[in-house]
């Protein structure tokens, strides 16, 4: 599986960014989706995810400001960041996961259970 993540950038807070996430190489309808973050000096964390039935999660502190999305017919998942505050300054990761089957979700929140990593994509919000 190859993915690469494109969208990040900087922001003034308050602000908003969409990241994008093109995967290949696996039936996309298959997999479950995500995306991590990793603050400086912090250990890296689940923000969202995808299931293949469309079920989505969220870290509690990014609910009501960012969406998962996938989108079937160009293979990409996307994150829009709205409301952005510095505290969301990081580097972003999409991830994979291509075991879907009878997955429960509260799994989906630990590292060694994705199996496929992007590049990072750096988002910086300015005060």
């Known amino acids: 599986v190859q993915l690469q993540a494109s969208g990040g950038g900087l922001v003034q807070a308050g602000g908003s960014l969409r990241l994008s996430c093109a995967v290949s190489?696996?039936?996309?309808?298959?997999?479950?989706l995500g995306w991590f973050r990793q603050a400086p000096g912090k250990e890296r964390v689940l923000v969202a995810a995808?299931?293949?039935?469309?079920?989505?999660i969220y870290a509690d502190s990014v609910k009501g400001r960012f969406t998962i999305s996938r989108e079937s017919a160009e293979n990409t998942v996307h994150l829009q960041m709205d409301s952005l505050n510095p505290e969301d300054t990081a580097v972003y990761y999409c991830?994979?996961?291509?075991?879907?089957?009878?997955?429960?979700?509260?799994?989906?929140?630990?590292?060694?259970?994705?199996?496929?990593w992007g590049q990072g994509t750096q988002v910086t919000v300015s005060s």
């Open positions: 991830v994979v996961r291509t075991n879907s089957k009878f997955l429960n979700s509260d799994i989906l929140w630990y590292r060694h259970v994705w199996d496929y």
């Open positions: 190489g696996r039936t996309f309808s298959s997999l479950t």
């Open positions: 995808v299931r293949t039935t469309g079920g989505t």
